[in-house]
């Protein structure tokens, strides 16, 4: 037990002191370096508390993939962060408020568990997990049972998010030479291949 904590309290302090770099950093390179060391020390929250699939969720897909898309994408733009950072007094009072908001949301949150005595009792109880079942396997159980219409219509709608941004951001531009499989299907033998007689001893001309 005492492992657990001190490996709890070191996962737990690496990605708060993490979290808070990637805002107060200046170079964005290191704040998704620290967004990814945030990831990872999730991840190893996640296996303490028993969760190995979302913790492998967490590395594959968001370092794996969104993480170093976002350091790939920060690394090839050219932004002049003098010119974002010139708005950042006007905004201010806007960002504040919204802050103050989120954080008097997690005080109420928080504070419902100490403020209603019952609340506690009124929580749902978790399934057991039964006995020989890893956990992987019983979220895919729950996934592809009870929530599968569910999990399929997600599935459709990021399909449908992914069709909307490919045709929002295609753009047609004149002289670039663009790839037509309806016209390369179409296209007859005599448009492109010429039969050429060559006589003995002489060249094509």
């Known amino acids: 037990m005492v492992v657990l904590a001190l490996a709890f309290y070191l996962f737990a302090g690496i990605t708060i002191a993490s979290g808070v770099m990637v805002v107060a950093t200046r170079n964005p390179v290191h704040s998704v370096l620290f ?3 945030a990831f ?3 991840a190893g929250l996640f296996v303490l508390m028993g969760a190995e699939f979302l913790a492998m969720i967490l590395v594959v897909v968001y370092v794996g993939a969104v993480a170093v898309l976002f350091l790939f994408v920060v690394m090839m733009l050219d932004i002049n962060y003098a010119e974002l950072k010139e708005g950042f007094i006007r905004y201010l009072p806007i960002g504040a408020l919204i802050g103050a908001i989120l954080l008097i949301e997690l005080l109420v949150v928080i504070g419902a568990w100490a403020i209603v005595p019952t609340a506690e009792e009124r929580a749902p109880t978790p399934t057991a997990m039964p006995e020989g079942v ?3 396997e019983a ?3 729950l996934l592809y049972t009870e929530y599968v219409y569910l999990f399929q219509a997600a599935g459709i709608v990021l ?4 069709i909307g941004a490919i045709v929002l951001t295609l753009r047609q531009r004149e002289g670039v030479r663009r790839q ?4 390369q299907i179409g296209r007859q033998r005599e448009e492109v291949l010429a039969i050429r007689k060559v006589e003995p001893g002489g060249g094509v001309s």
Not at 180 to 183: C, E, L, N, T
Request: charged share 15%; glycine share 4%; hydrophobic share 55%.
């Open 40 to 42: 990872f020390n999730s």
């Open 139 to 141: 979220l895919g159980r």
């Open 134 to 136: 890893t956990n992987t």
């Open 159 to 162: 399909l449908i998010a992914m």
């Open 180 to 183: 037509r499989i309806a016209d």
């Open 35 to 37: 967004l990814i060391l």
